[in-house]
């Protein structure tokens, strides 16, 4: 099998390329610079003998976005439309990985794969609008939905929290917002797991199991630092208001995973233990 990632020298890029390898995997990248995903010819010239494409590019300055939209669109959505036209003309499978943002966050309870989108920010309408493109561009494709991603590849939430708490000696992080802190280890190898299970096409999860706050999640970062978790104090949203709205729920559920028989990705703390040594050690 013949795998093609794109946007590969990103924070779940990088591992991805690294878990395919490891399998012994025929891999070929496209990094930043090396494809224009918003030139259709360019794409359908370069997506040639792959049979799995996997989309990890994607304008994810979420701020950014709501006052640059079109470009955001033109990134999230063209260039999702070109990629997923271009690996069905070559005969692929795509894997276009989404995000928990095209759902409105008002949910009390896990959003299941077919919710009705509801993004409330740019950066959110314009992924929903790239989950429409693959799916009418590529009748073999997974949508692959993530949240609250870290690893070590990139820039991400636990090194920013550590080094502000070792830096200031404590700080505050919201505590009303909800979701699954998940390792971009584990969601590389659910993709793998995915694609070579042969699950049939649609829509799927990549989040891990459980839920936490931002505040429940900082402080096992900070703890995994040496430092007193209580140095991180409880804050609203409401003291910190971006441009762009943020979730106050991001619970995805896991249930045409289970269906599939591919296993989802364990609970987030005992995942995090895990990653916290590989993660904290990259801090950048």
């Known amino acids: 099998m013949r795998w093609l990632v794109v946007g590969a020298n990103g924070m779940l890029g990088q591992d991805l390329v690294a878990t395919l390898r490891e399998r012994g995997a025929d891999v070929r990248t496209s990094a930043s610079g090396e494809l224009d995903i918003t030139d259709a010819p ?53 894997v276009q ?34 989950e429409w493109a693959v799916r009418a561009e590529c009748p073999d494709h997974l949508v692959v939905r993530t949240a609250w991603l870290y690893g070590a590849g990139g820039p991400c939430f636990p090194k920013t929290i550590a080094r502000v708490a070792a830096e200031r000696g404590g700080l505050d992080v919201v505590d009303d917002q909800l979701g699954q802190p998940t390792w971009t280890v584990d969601l590389a190898d659910l993709i793998v797991r995915l694609v070579l299970a042969g699950v049939t096409s649609g829509t799927y999860h990549g989040t891990s199991s459980g839920q936490a706050s931002w505040l429940g999640f900082a402080r096992e970062v900070v703890a995994a630092a040496g430092l007193d978790p209580q140095i991180v104090r409880p804050t609203t949203s409401d003291k910190f208001v971006r441009p762009a709205p943020r979730p106050a729920y991001s619970v995805l559920g896991h249930d045409a995973l289970v269906d599939a028989g591919v296993a989802p990705i364990g609970d987030w703390a005992q995942r995090w233990a895990q990653a916290s040594g590989a993660v904290l050690g990259a801090r950048v």
Request: with cysteine; glycine share 8%; aromatic share 8%.
């Open 42 to 94: 360019a794409c359908l010239a370069f997506v040639r003998d792959v049979d799995v494409v996997v989309n990890c590019a994607a304008y994810t300055a979420v701020d950014d976005a709501e006052s640059h939209e079109p470009a955001a669109f033109a990134v999230n959505a063209v260039g999702a439309a070109n990629l997923a036209r271009a690996a069905h003309a070559a005969g692929a499978r795509i």
């Open 97 to 130: 990985i989404s995000t928990d943002y095209v759902f409105d966050g008002a949910a009390t309870t896990p959003y299941p794969e077919d919710g009705a989108l509801a993004p409330r920010s740019a950066y959110g309408r314009t992924k929903g609008a790239g």
